[in-house]
């Protein structure tokens, strides 16, 4: 299905460069899609290397909308690297997390995980940090459909990598859940 005037804007959060607001990535038809859909009754699994966290993968394979999904973000996937000066590996797919009630994440950083598009669609955004201490807020992402942040973890040409704190302290609530999307962005 075609985008229908829909103008992705991805924004840098400040002088650094490596941290970005981005919104309305997808279709209006596709947002109401994912907000409606029975996130709670999906089929998922524990995310590889987060087994022990209060987080669902869901399976793809259930989620009807998903080659929708792939074909906006693969037609946004050189806006992306136009607006950011990188050059991308192809677009190879995102995961779906539901994070339970009571989940939190630590502050971390992804070590070298050279990038992301990580997009709150329902509960708590991601919050960053500018060192290892949770009262140097940096930014705060927005608890919106449709928009999120793209984070760039690259080592510049000297092998530098600057560190890129972030973390979710406050714990999801009970009788609820939190719902966003991850995909990978990988250098070509």
């Not at 103008?7 to 490596?18: F, G, K, L, P, Y």
């Not at 950011?84 to 339970?100: C, H, M, Q, R």
């Not at 949770?134 to 999120?148: A, M």
């Amino acid at each position: 299905m075609a985008r229908t005037g829909i103008s992705m804007q991805i924004t840098a959060v400040d002088s650094e460069h490596n941290l970005f607001c981005v919104q309305d990535v997808f279709s209006s038809d596709l947002v109401g899609q994912v907000l409606a859909t029975p996130w709670l009754d999906m089929p998922w699994e524990r995310q590889s290397g987060q087994e022990n966290w209060a987080r669902r993968r869901i399976h793809n394979n259930a989620i009807s909308w998903l080659t929708q999904w792939d074909q906006e973000l693969g037609q946004s996937w050189t806006t992306i690297q136009q607006q950011l000066n990188i050059k991308l590996a192809p677009y190879s797919g995102t995961a779906f997390w539901v994070d339970e009630p009571g989940f939190t994440c630590g502050l971390h950083t992804d070590g070298e995980l050279p990038g992301s598009l990580h997009m709150p669609w329902i509960g708590a955004g991601t919050s960053f940090y500018w060192y290892k201490d949770p009262e140097t807020l940096r930014y705060q992402v927005p608890s919106l459909p449709n928009s999120g942040y793209i984070m760039i973890n690259q080592a510049d040409s000297t092998g530098f990598r600057k560190l890129i704190w972030h973390g979710m302290l406050t714990p999801v609530p009970q009788d609820t859940f939190r719902l966003t999307s991850y995909t990978w962005l990988p250098p070509q």
